[in-house]
């Protein structure tokens, strides 16, 4: 039987930090979702979101596979305990939604889809931010050729200050983390949904400070040491031939450098920060005297900036609803082809050479609201 309020598929959360209260809370906007648990391997984490949140608090990640009324795991891990939460629970039955990057590396992710596959369970994987009005809107703009043929494309991603807010941002900055797999997916994701799929890279990185200190106000580490490169340079050929430029750096501390842009034959598109869902998307066509924001082609969550845009539940919804046979947007395929493009960057620095990609992924469907015009 579907999903839906009447039914709802049963979800339970592995991995009760930080972003766990932002799924609980979005995920709640969704009536075919039902939260009824939670499990962290420090069991005081998972305690006190189950008190917050008014859900079962299991005794370990054991238990909580084990138990048969939960249909859909998040996995909101660490980046490293990704491809094991994944696969065990995979075994266990459940279809997990798994948050981003899909997992530290190519091959654990491999691993996953091939263990999914076997177990005839569905992977879903953030980030689901491109499914927003923003996403939305520029994807069908390019769709529908208002800037023309898409020659380049420029993201920008800039340090989020993780040490000033995050009580313990130790995992940013170690291998699984950096800003090419805590903040890339989300521009990356963006660029394939418009553009599709990377055929090949070429780049450079390297660590920055080698030490950082951590200033949050409820900060669990006072410093954190470096052992991941920080800052990103690459060039993306896609495969339709647009050419994309791509930096990525926690030491870009403040900027005047824009999100993301596309630049057609006839008219460049600017695209909002895509860790978020909406705000506005700007047009200016080579024959127009200023910029005008595009009508966005989906109803938007929120306004940009407001707390709306940090819920997250979407992607989970999105699984739930490819379960029940439509089309799987934030598809663990579609996470798997933006981590390779990542790893391949790195590659491409370590080896100074142009990296092959070897995957592609259909671009996913645009959501049923969009109404292109
Ligand atoms: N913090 C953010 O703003 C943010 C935003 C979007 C996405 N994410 C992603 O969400 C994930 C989690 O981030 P976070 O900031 O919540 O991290 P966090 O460190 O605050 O929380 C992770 C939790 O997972 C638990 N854990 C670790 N290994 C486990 C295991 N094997 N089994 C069960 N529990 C385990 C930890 O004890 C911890 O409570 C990461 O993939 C991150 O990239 C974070």
Known sequence: MPYGPETPAHVAIIGAGNIARRYVEGMGRYPQLRLIGCADVVQPMADALAADAGIRAYTSVDELVADPDVDIVVNITPPTAHAAVTSQALAAGKHVYVEKPIAATVAESKSMLAAAAAHRRTIGSAPDTFLGSAGQTARAAIDRGVIGEPIGATAFVTHSKAETWHPDPTFLFQPGGGPALD??????????????SVAAVAGFTRVGAPVRPVTAPDRRVDTVEVTTPTHWGATLKFRSGTIGTLLMSFDVWDSHLPKIEVYGTAGTLTVPDPNEFDGDVTLRLHSEDDWRVLEPVIAPSGAAGTPAQYLRGMGVA?????????????SAALATHVLEVIEAIQVASDSQSVVHIDSTVPRPAPMERAVPS
């Open 318 to 330: 999105d699984l739930a609803a490819a379960i029940d046979g439509a089309p799987h947007r934030a």
């Open 183 to 196: 903040l890339g997916p989300y521009y990356l994701t963006t660029l394939v949904n418009m553009l599709g």
